[in-house]
């Protein structure tokens, strides 16, 4: 019930990343992994138990340099090869979490249709609100959905995806990253999300307002 580390230098992780928790760190051979992509696949007596296939291009796009910075799944419940199910380590707390929870770790709810984690975020990288998620669950299943992100003044800074097939139950993500690659600056945005049968008919639309804070 606890959280371990394995690495093949558990003293680097501990000279590293100031939140290394002595103790919990385990050293052992392992395979090399790419840093721009790979695929890990977990295994317990020959069975597959989980997957993915990462890429450099999940990390935080803002960051200068990705070397060194862990690559986090935000839900152990969500997708393993969804890409809005990770984000970069947080900044504040070293870029890594060894031993110990992750620093974007959030818990994904049973929303009733659609809701927002928390209807605030700072994404500044201090491992606290960092990215936008976004639950949702429906009776139906076969849906098609497109979800864009609008400025206060109605200005379309984002489209986070357009056309994509949704489970009956998840959730989705966004890093506060516009279309620009730009941070969004403070202030009140609206999250679209349209959501159709395959044969082209609207079920839902909804509007939800959310706040960008910081410092």
Same mark, same amino acid.
């Given at each position: 019930?606890?959280?371990?580390?394995?690495?093949?230098?558990?003293?680097?992780?501990?000279?590293?990343?100031? &939140?290394?928790?002595?103790?919990?760190?385990?050293?052992?051979?392992?395979?090399?992994?790419?840093?721009? #992509?790979?695929?890990?696949?977990?295994?317990?007596?020959?069975?597959?138990?989980?997957?993915?296939?990462?890429?450099?291009?999940?990390?935080?796009?803002?960051?200068?340099?990705?070397?060194?910075?862990?690559?986090?799944?935000?839900?152990?419940?969500?997708? &393993?090869?969804?890409?809005?199910?990770?984000?970069?380590?947080?900044?504040?707390?070293?870029?890594?979490?060894?031993?110990?929870?992750?620093?974007?770790?959030?818990? +994904?709810?049973?929303?009733? #249709?659609?809701?927002?984690?928390?209807?605030?975020?700072?994404?500044? +990288?201090?491992?606290?609100?960092?990215?936008?998620?976004?639950?949702? #669950?429906?009776?139906?299943?076969?849906?098609?959905?497109?979800?864009?992100?609008?400025?206060?003044?109605?200005?379309?800074?984002?489209?986070?995806?357009?056309?994509?097939?949704?489970?009956?139950?998840?959730?989705?993500?966004?890093?506060?990253?516009?279309?620009?690659?730009?941070?969004?600056?403070?202030?009140?945005?609206?999250?679209?999300?349209?959501?159709?049968?395959?044969?082209?008919?609207?079920?839902?639309?909804?509007?939800?307002?959310?706040?960008?804070?910081?410092?």
């Amino acid at each position: 019930g606890s959280y371990v580390a394995i690495s093949e230098d558990t003293n680097f992780l501990l000279q590293h990343y100031a &939140s290394s928790v002595p103790g919990k760190l385990i050293e052992m051979d392992m395979p090399s992994y790419n840093i721009d #992509s790979g695929t890990i696949y977990l295994l317990f007596n020959g069975i597959q138990i989980d997957k993915v296939s990462y890429s450099v291009d999940w990390q935080f796009s803002l960051l200068d340099n990705s070397d060194g910075v862990s690559l986090e799944r935000i839900s152990p419940s969500g997708p &393993s090869n969804q890409a809005s199910n990770w984000h970069s380590a947080a900044e504040s707390i070293g870029f890594a979490t060894p031993g110990r929870i992750n620093s974007q770790f959030l818990y +994904q709810t049973n929303a009733s #249709s659609i809701e927002l984690q928390s209807d605030i975020m700072s994404p500044d +990288q201090d491992g606290f609100e960092d990215v936008l998620m976004v639950n949702y #669950s429906f009776t139906t299943p076969g849906l098609l959905g497109k979800a864009r992100i609008f400025d206060d003044l109605g200005r379309e800074i984002k489209i986070l995806f357009s056309n994509e097939l949704l489970s009956t139950k998840g959730f989705f993500t966004w890093d506060g990253v516009t279309s620009e690659q730009n941070k969004a600056p403070m202030g009140v945005y609206v999250l679209l999300l349209e959501v159709f049968s395959t044969d082209g008919q609207e079920i839902l639309t909804k509007k939800i307002a959310f706040t960008i804070a910081g410092k």
